[in-house]
């Protein structure tokens, strides 16, 4: 111990004295203060010094005592600590707001948040965006983050004593740590990202700068044609195939997949219904059930609560992915686990339409360990709607914390068919994709 915490050690012992002693009178124990000199007069009780402590309570100076008694053994760091929470300073523990069994879940950032570094215009533009949810899907995040780092290659230049292969992955990571921080990396970022940089760093030091970048950003747009759109179009022709004359479809929320998959078939001529399951707060199926029934294929629209009046009028369910594990377990907006369960109940078979490059090596057992929290502003209709829309919003308060869980975790069992660009993959051969794509995880 220093001298000064030794020294407020000691002023906090004898405050906590103090106050024990003054506890004494008001407990119903009088002291008698004797005059000396002969007289042997009596004085009469002293005052107490502090009010007399509820029966069976603790008074303020015997939770100090207690508290320094602590200090005493476990040192003056933890002392100190439990002083102050025992002094009742520390009440901001017992009022403080929030779930903190949900406090690992990444909270939605401010749109305010600082640039650190050397960060592009470009990418403080695109992190604006993701942090209002202005770009969802993993397409499109995926395809915007790769379409602003062309923009950040181009408008780099290779400082002095370096190499482009060398420097500007250093240079790209101040840039992703403020995407990252701005909202949560997905998975298929991650994977974009990780083939970029083994791009960089396998480029040639002797190639100009010029022909450098453009090669690099040639090969980001082989990255976007290849793993995603010619993806997506090998997923539609193969899981329109799925679907046939008097089918009804259910499919929740939005998926960018699933949706042309449903208008590839309708445009071939398969009549066919689709129920849009949706639910607050993102509410993206109204996108899609607008874009659907421009088409004019037959939609109902309903929200989740009422899948089970529903359930059994459903042929087929197609949902998409934000990614898959290699246990086969589905990460996917939060309800999808409820509409895949529901549908194995009822012997409906549920087909996910995912891009191979959405794989995770990882395996993720539940959606508690990790997961991201929906933006708040859920607006509630009201019919007729007599006040504006803006007093409608739900905010978090002192006495109402809003917690919307963005994803969950649909277990393989609930699963029946995965439709890739490299075929219909069982759920519990999952694991089989790196092997397809020739071991190239990326």
Not at 126 to 139: D, Q, R, S, T
Request: with cysteine.
């Amino acid at each position: 111990m220093t001298k000064a915490e030794r020294r407020e050690l000691q002023e906090r012992q004898r405050a906590a004295k103090a106050a024990k002693t003054a506890a004494g009178p008001a407990a119903g124990t009088p002291t008698v203060n004797v005059k000396g000199g002969g007289g042997g007069k009596l004085a009469q009780p002293s005052t107490p010094a502090s009010p007399a402590p509820k029966k069976g309570g603790t008074s303020q100076g015997a939770a100090q005592a207690k508290a320094l008694a602590a200090a005493v053994v476990t040192g003056p760091a933890k002392g100190a600590k439990d002083a102050k929470a025992a002094a009742g300073v520390g009440e901001d523990i017992v009022g403080s707001r929030g779930l903190r069994i949900f406090s690992h879940f990444a909270l939605q950032k401010t749109a305010g948040h600082v640039a650190k570094g050397d960060v592009h215009p470009a990418i403080v533009r695109l992190g604006l965006m993701f942090a209002e949810f202005k770009v969802c899907g993993a397409n499109a995040r995926c395809i915007a983050t790769l379409s602003v780092f062309k923009q950040v290659i181009q408008d780099y230049v290779t400082p002095q004593h370096n190499t482009l292969s060398r420097h500007l992955n250093t240079h790209l990571s101040v840039q992703i740590s403020h995407l990252v921080s701005a909202r949560p990396m997905s998975v298929t970022m991650g994977n974009a990202i990780r083939q970029l940089k083994l791009e960089i760093s396998g480029s040639d030091i002797d190639l100009p700068e010029q022909d450098a970048k453009d090669e690099l950003c040639h090969k980001i747009d082989n990255y976007i044609r290849d793993r995603i759109i010619i993806a997506d179009q090998v997923i539609q022709e193969t899981a329109m195939k799925k679907i046939h004359d008097g089918d009804v479809v259910l499919t929740y929320a939005r998926s960018s997949v699933v949706e042309q998959v449903l208008l590839e078939a309708w445009s071939e001529g398969t009549q066919f219904s689709v129920y849009v399951v949706d639910s607050r707060p993102m509410l993206e199926g109204k996108r899609l059930l607008s874009v659907l029934a421009a088409a004019s294929i037959p939609c109902t629209y309903l929200l989740l609560p009422a899948l089970g009046s529903v359930i059994t009028e459903i042929s087929t369910v197609f949902v998409g992915a934000h990614s898959i594990h290699s246990n086969g377990a589905v990460y996917s907006r939060a309800g999808t686990a409820l509409v895949a369960m529901m549908a194995k109940q009822h012997s409906v078979p549920v087909v996910v339409c995912c891009e191979t490059y959405k794989f995770s090596e990882g395996v993720q057992l539940d959606s508690f360990t990790k997961n991201e929290l929906a933006p708040l502003g859920d607006r509630f209709s009201s019919f007729p709607l007599t006040r504006p829309r803006e007093s409608l919003t739900l905010q978090n308060r002192p006495n109402l914390e809003i917690l919307n869980p963005l994803y969950d975790l649909t277990p393989p069992s609930s699963i029946t068919a995965v439709v890739t660009e490299v075929g219909v993959i069982p759920p519990d051969s999952i694991s089989s994709i790196p092997l397809a794509l020739g071991r190239q995880m990326i």
